[in-house]
Protein backbone atom coordinates (compact mmCIF):
# COMPACT_ATOMS: atom_id res chain seq x y z
CA UNK A 1 0.00 0.00 0.00
CA UNK A 2 3.08 2.58 1.08
CA UNK A 3 4.08 1.78 -2.41
CA UNK A 4 1.10 2.58 -4.23
CA UNK A 5 1.12 6.00 -2.51
CA UNK A 6 4.51 6.60 -3.18
CA UNK A 7 4.15 6.07 -6.91
CA UNK A 8 0.56 8.48 -6.52
CA UNK A 9 2.73 11.07 -4.83
CA UNK A 10 5.39 10.79 -7.51
CA UNK A 11 3.40 10.68 -10.37
CA UNK A 12 1.40 14.27 -9.95
CA UNK A 13 4.67 15.79 -8.36
CA UNK A 14 6.03 15.17 -11.99
CA UNK A 15 2.98 16.04 -13.60
CA UNK A 16 2.59 19.20 -11.74
CA UNK A 17 3.46 22.68 -12.17
CA UNK A 18 4.43 25.02 -9.34
CA UNK A 19 3.78 29.02 -9.85
CA UNK A 20 7.23 30.70 -9.20
CA UNK A 21 5.05 34.14 -9.67
CA UNK A 22 1.50 34.49 -10.63
CA UNK A 23 0.41 38.45 -12.44
CA UNK A 24 -2.24 40.26 -10.93
CA UNK A 25 -5.51 39.42 -12.41
CA UNK A 26 -7.57 42.81 -12.46
CA UNK A 27 -11.13 42.65 -13.69
CA UNK A 28 -11.51 46.37 -14.45
CA UNK A 29 -9.12 48.55 -12.79
CA UNK A 30 -7.11 49.20 -9.78
CA UNK A 31 -5.44 51.99 -7.91
CA UNK A 32 -2.20 51.20 -6.46
CA UNK A 33 1.37 52.87 -5.43
CA UNK A 34 3.43 52.38 -8.81
CA UNK A 35 6.34 51.40 -6.50
CA UNK A 36 3.99 48.47 -4.77
CA UNK A 37 2.68 46.70 -8.71
CA UNK A 38 5.86 47.09 -10.48
CA UNK A 39 9.39 48.49 -8.81
CA UNK A 40 10.07 50.39 -12.06
CA UNK A 41 7.25 52.46 -11.70
CA UNK A 42 6.54 55.74 -9.68
CA UNK A 43 5.55 56.20 -6.40
CA UNK A 44 2.24 57.76 -7.57
CA UNK A 45 -0.99 56.04 -7.88
CA UNK A 46 -2.00 55.14 -10.47
CA UNK A 47 -4.89 53.55 -12.61
CA UNK A 48 -3.88 50.00 -13.52
CA UNK A 49 -5.63 47.80 -15.92
CA UNK A 50 -4.96 44.89 -18.33
CA UNK A 51 -4.10 45.53 -21.77
CA UNK A 52 -5.51 42.82 -23.67
CA UNK A 53 -4.69 44.57 -27.06
CA UNK A 54 -1.28 44.41 -28.48
CA UNK A 55 1.88 46.65 -27.92
CA UNK A 56 2.33 50.02 -28.92
CA UNK A 57 -1.88 50.44 -29.31
CA UNK A 58 -2.46 52.25 -25.88
CA UNK A 59 0.49 54.56 -27.46
CA UNK A 60 -1.64 54.70 -30.73
CA UNK A 61 -4.86 55.58 -29.37
CA UNK A 62 -3.08 58.37 -27.29
CA UNK A 63 -1.61 60.06 -30.12
CA UNK A 64 -3.91 59.65 -32.32
CA UNK A 65 -6.82 60.71 -29.86
CA UNK A 66 -5.18 64.12 -28.39
CA UNK A 67 -3.29 64.96 -31.30
CA UNK A 68 0.17 64.93 -30.30
CA UNK A 69 1.62 64.02 -33.88
CA UNK A 70 4.07 61.41 -32.14
CA UNK A 71 5.90 63.91 -29.67
CA UNK A 72 5.75 63.63 -26.12
CA UNK A 73 3.37 61.32 -26.16
CA UNK A 74 4.24 59.46 -22.31
CA UNK A 75 4.36 62.28 -20.74
CA UNK A 76 2.66 65.56 -19.88
CA UNK A 77 -0.53 64.78 -21.89
CA UNK A 78 -2.65 67.67 -20.65
CA UNK A 79 -6.73 67.24 -20.57
CA UNK A 80 -9.53 68.79 -19.49
CA UNK A 81 -11.78 68.16 -16.68
CA UNK A 82 -14.72 71.13 -15.75
CA UNK A 83 -11.93 74.13 -17.33
CA UNK A 84 -9.27 72.69 -15.13
CA UNK A 85 -5.71 71.39 -17.27
CA UNK A 86 -4.46 68.15 -15.71
CA UNK A 87 -1.69 65.74 -17.22
CA UNK A 88 -1.52 62.10 -17.42
CA UNK A 89 1.44 60.01 -18.18
CA UNK A 90 1.18 56.44 -19.24
CA UNK A 91 3.42 53.32 -18.96
CA UNK A 92 2.95 49.89 -20.77
CA UNK A 93 4.06 47.06 -18.61
CA UNK A 94 4.69 43.55 -18.25
CA UNK A 95 4.55 41.40 -15.50
CA UNK A 96 4.74 37.85 -16.00
CA UNK A 97 3.68 34.81 -14.77
CA UNK A 98 6.50 32.35 -14.53
CA UNK A 99 5.43 28.00 -13.63
CA UNK A 100 8.39 25.61 -12.83
CA UNK A 101 6.82 22.40 -15.01
CA UNK A 102 8.37 19.38 -13.12
CA UNK A 103 8.63 16.50 -15.53
CA UNK A 104 11.07 18.42 -17.64
CA UNK A 105 13.52 19.13 -14.76
CA UNK A 106 13.32 15.65 -13.56
CA UNK A 107 13.69 14.41 -17.03
CA UNK A 108 16.47 16.39 -17.94
CA UNK A 109 18.23 14.98 -13.99
CA UNK A 110 17.68 11.61 -15.24
CA UNK A 111 18.87 11.72 -18.78
CA UNK A 112 21.94 14.07 -17.96
CA UNK A 113 22.70 10.77 -15.20
CA UNK A 114 21.82 8.03 -17.49
CA UNK A 115 24.47 9.55 -20.21
CA UNK A 116 26.68 11.01 -17.75
CA UNK A 117 27.23 14.20 -18.64
CA UNK A 118 27.30 17.47 -16.80
CA UNK A 119 25.26 19.40 -18.94
CA UNK A 120 23.29 21.71 -17.23
CA UNK A 121 19.81 20.89 -19.21
CA UNK A 122 19.16 18.27 -21.81
CA UNK A 123 14.88 18.20 -22.74
CA UNK A 124 12.18 20.63 -22.93
CA UNK A 125 11.30 23.67 -21.37
CA UNK A 126 11.27 23.71 -17.75
CA UNK A 127 10.44 27.46 -16.74
CA UNK A 128 6.87 28.36 -18.65
CA UNK A 129 6.34 32.17 -18.97
CA UNK A 130 3.59 34.07 -20.07
CA UNK A 131 3.45 37.71 -19.90
CA UNK A 132 0.50 39.70 -18.87
CA UNK A 133 0.66 43.14 -20.08
CA UNK A 134 -1.24 46.36 -18.53
CA UNK A 135 -1.05 49.98 -18.43
CA UNK A 136 -0.88 51.98 -15.56
CA UNK A 137 -1.56 55.92 -15.83
CA UNK A 138 -0.50 58.44 -13.03
CA UNK A 139 -2.36 62.20 -13.31
CA UNK A 140 -1.06 65.23 -11.60
CA UNK A 141 -1.71 69.28 -12.03
CA UNK A 142 0.03 72.29 -11.47
CA UNK A 143 -1.81 72.28 -8.21
CA UNK A 144 -1.51 68.55 -7.46
CA UNK A 145 1.40 66.41 -7.54
CA UNK A 146 -1.00 62.66 -7.53
CA UNK A 147 -4.66 63.25 -8.34
CA UNK A 148 -5.30 59.45 -7.65
CA UNK A 149 -4.19 59.70 -4.42
CA UNK A 150 -6.80 59.01 -1.77
CA UNK A 151 -6.55 62.41 -0.14
CA UNK A 152 -6.94 63.76 -3.45
CA UNK A 153 -9.51 66.63 -4.30
CA UNK A 154 -10.63 65.76 -7.57
CA UNK A 155 -9.74 62.14 -7.26
CA UNK A 156 -13.43 61.58 -8.68
CA UNK A 157 -13.37 63.53 -11.68
CA UNK A 158 -10.31 62.36 -12.79
CA UNK A 159 -11.14 58.72 -11.55
CA UNK A 160 -14.54 59.52 -14.03
CA UNK A 161 -12.55 60.44 -16.83
CA UNK A 162 -9.96 57.70 -16.76
CA UNK A 163 -12.68 55.04 -16.94
CA UNK A 164 -14.42 56.78 -19.96
CA UNK A 165 -10.43 56.77 -21.02
CA UNK A 166 -10.72 53.30 -20.91
CA UNK A 167 -13.77 51.92 -21.86
CA UNK A 168 -13.28 54.15 -24.83
CA UNK A 169 -9.35 52.60 -25.59
CA UNK A 170 -11.19 48.98 -25.17
CA UNK A 171 -14.24 49.14 -27.61
CA UNK A 172 -12.49 51.17 -30.54
CA UNK A 173 -10.58 50.08 -33.20
CA UNK A 174 -10.08 52.88 -35.11
CA UNK A 175 -8.37 55.11 -32.93
CA UNK A 176 -9.10 58.29 -35.50
CA UNK A 177 -12.52 57.68 -34.87
CA UNK A 178 -11.54 59.05 -31.46
CA UNK A 179 -10.77 62.40 -32.81
CA UNK A 180 -14.53 63.14 -33.93
CA UNK A 181 -15.62 62.30 -30.35
CA UNK A 182 -13.77 64.88 -28.70
Not at 124 to 133: A, F, K, P, Q, V
Request: hydrophobic letters at 35%; one cysteine or more; charged letters at 25%.
Amino acid sequence: MKRYLFVLCLAIMVQSCIPVRIAPNIKDYKLSKGKKFKRSLSKRTMFIFEDPKEAEHFYNYVNTKFQLNHENVYDDIPFMIDGKTYFFAFYETAIPTKVLNLAPAIFSATLNAALDTDDDYVGGEDLIRTDNWYIAIEVYSDYEKDCLHEDSFSRELVLNYLRTLKKEYLTTHNYNETVFKN
